[in-house]
Structure formats: C-alpha cells, structure tokens
C-alpha cells in the first residue's frame, strides 16, 4: 500500500524549467525502483524516466535525453524529475511510479499510479 503524490507542474514557456516532486508514503521507500511516465490527452501513455532503488542507475526515454534527470532522496522518500529546455511536446500528465517487475519502459510494469501533474508547455 503506496501512496505517491506529483506535484510541481505547471505552465511554462518552450525553454523553460520545472522540477517535479513525487511525495512517497511508508518506510520501505528505498525498496521501490521508480519511474517518471507521462499521457498526453488522446496518446497512450509513455515512459519518461526511470531510477533504481539507490539512485545509482537512470533511464531515460529518447525523447527527453540530455533535457531531463531523475533523481531521487530516499531519506525524504521522494523522487524528482527535473526537466529543462521544454518543449510544447512536453506537454502531459506526468505520473510518478512504482517499477515491480519487467521492463522499465513498460508501464504495465509499475505501480501506484497517483493523481499525476498537469505540464503544458506554451510555444
């Protein structure tokens, strides 16, 4: 029984920044691997980012490489994805993860999908 809450999304120009936080409740936080995926109206939905347990390994879809880092303090048990250079492709419902099994790019792979955090990026 997880509970994620995102937050820090937002309205931004293209080449503008946000950071997003995901809040995760329980004391078993560091056993998660965890993932960042994001749904734009109408598209399915589509992996962002993913880190391991101790923060040591990152992923990230081609789409966002170079632009965004995940990032994770496991003694606050909250994720961070910190995205710049946006563009209006950005724009989405971004939604923090737990990963419990297979690949990390698949979102049939995680877990507790929250409320998510609306990112629209503005040309």
């Known amino acids: 029984q997880v509970q994620l809450v995102e937050s820090g999304g937002g309205l931004v120009q293209a080449g503008g920044s946000l950071r997003l936080s995901c809040a995760a409740s329980g004391p078993t936080f560091s056993n998660y691997a965890m993932g960042w995926f994001r749904q734009a109206p109408g598209l399915e939905r589509e992996f962002v980012a993913h880190?391991?347990?101790?923060?040591?390994?990152?992923a990230y879809a081609d789409s966002v490489k170079g632009r965004v880092t995940i990032s994770r303090d496991n003694a606050k048990n909250t994720v961070y994805l910190q995205m710049n250079s946006l563009k209006p492709e950005d724009t989405a419902v971004y939604y923090c993860?737990?990963?419990?099994?297979?690949?990390?790019?698949?979102?049939?792979?995680?877990?507790?999908w929250g409320q998510g955090t609306q990112v629209t990026v503005s040309s």
């Open positions: 880190i391991s347990r101790s923060g040591g390994s990152t």
């Open positions: 993860v737990v990963h419990k099994w297979g690949s990390y790019d698949n979102p049939s792979a995680y877990a507790y």
